[in-house]
C-alpha cells in the first residue's frame, strides 16, 4: 500500500529565511507520480507541481525548488526567501500508475507559518 | 478559464438530515474526484468518474454516502442520516487524463459540512 509522510507538522519561521518542507514516501510500483499542493486559510487547495518517477531532475519554478530523490523515497520542497504569504499547509501526495486511476494519497501536511 | 467550484460552501444540518453537494469541474475535463479532508489531515479519497460512470466506489464510507455525475458534467455527493463523525471538508477535484496516464487534479474550494 502507498503511504505519505510529513513528519513536520508545523514550521515557524521569519520573513525571508529559506525553508525546506520533508516528504517520504512508499510505494510499490515502479511507476508513479508525485505531487505538491498548498492549502491557505481559504481551505483550497492549490497545484504546485507534479513529478514521474522516471524524471529524478529537480526543478525550480521561482522562489520554489524541488528535490526529488528514488534513492531515499523523498521528494523535499524549498521555499527560498519565504514571504507572509506563503503561510498555508502543504500537502505531499503520490499516485500510482498501475491502479488505472489516479487516487491521490496524501501525507497529514505540513503548516507553514511565515511572520514578518 | 473558471476552475472547479463547489456548492454550498459551508452547511450546518441537524443530525439525521439528508445533504446534498455539488461539484462543477473544469469543463473539458472527464475525471471528477471527491475527497473528505478532517481537521488535520490530508483529504481522503471517497470515489472518482470518468465521464458519467462511477468506475471505483469501494471507499465510499458508508452506504449513507453516494455520488452520481449525469451526462457526465457536474456531480452531486449525497450523505443520508447524516451524523457528527461526517463533519468534515468535502473536496472535489477534475482533472483532464493524458496519454500515459499522466494526469493533474485540479481542486474546488470545498464544501464544509457540520452536523449538529
Known amino acids: 500500500a502507498q503511504k505519505v509522510t510529513q513528519a513536520q507538522t508545523e514550521i515557524s519561521v521569519v520573513e525571508k529565511e529559506d525553508v525546506t518542507l520533508d516528504c517520504v514516501y512508499e510505494?510499490?510500483?515502479?511507476?508513479?507520480?508525485l505531487f505538491w499542493y498548498k492549502q491557505p486559510p481559504s481551505g483550497e487547495l492549490v497545484f504546485l507541481i507534479r513529478?514521474?518517477?522516471?524524471?529524478?531532475q529537480n526543478e525550480i519554478s521561482g522562489r520554489y525548488s524541488w528535490n526529488f530523490q528514488k534513492s531515499t523515497s523523498s521528494f523535499n520542497f524549498t521555499i527560498t526567501a519565504s514571504q507572509v504569504v506563503d503561510s498555508a499547509v502543504y500537502f505531499c501526495a503520490l499516485s500510482e500508475a498501475a491502479s488505472g486511476y489516479s487516487t491521490l494519497t496524501f501525507g497529514k501536511g505540513t503548516m507553514l507559518l511565515v511572520s514578518p | 478559464d473558471t476552475g472547479v467550484s463547489q456548492d454550498p460552501r459551508h452547511k450546518i444540518t441537524k443530525r439525521g438530515q439528508n445533504v446534498t453537494f455539488r461539484c462543477d469541474p473544469i469543463s473539458e475535463h472527464n475525471r471528477l474526484y471527491w475527497y473528505r479532508q478532517t481537521l488535520g489531515q490530508g483529504p481522503e479519497f471517497l470515489t472518482y468518474?470518468?465521464?458519467?460512470?462511477?468506475?471505483?466506489k469501494s471507499r465510499l464510507l458508508s452506504n449513507r454516502f453516494s455520488a452520481e455525475r449525469p451526462k457526465g458534467s457536474f456531480s452531486t455527493l449525497e450523505i443520508q442520516r447524516t451524523e457528527q463523525g461526517d463533519s468534515a471538508m468535502y473536496l472535489c477535484?477534475?482533472?483532464?487524463?493524458?496519454?500515459?496516464?499522466?494526469?493533474?487534479?485540479?481542486f474546488g474550494p470545498g464544501t464544509r459540512l457540520l452536523v449538529l
Open positions: 510505494t510499490r510500483d515502479t511507476t508513479y507520480y
Open positions: 477535484a477534475s482533472s483532464l487524463r493524458l496519454a500515459g496516464g499522466q494526469e493533474t487534479q485540479y
Open positions: 468518474f470518468q465521464n458519467e460512470a462511477q468506475l471505483e
Open positions: 513529478r514521474n518517477s522516471f524524471d529524478e
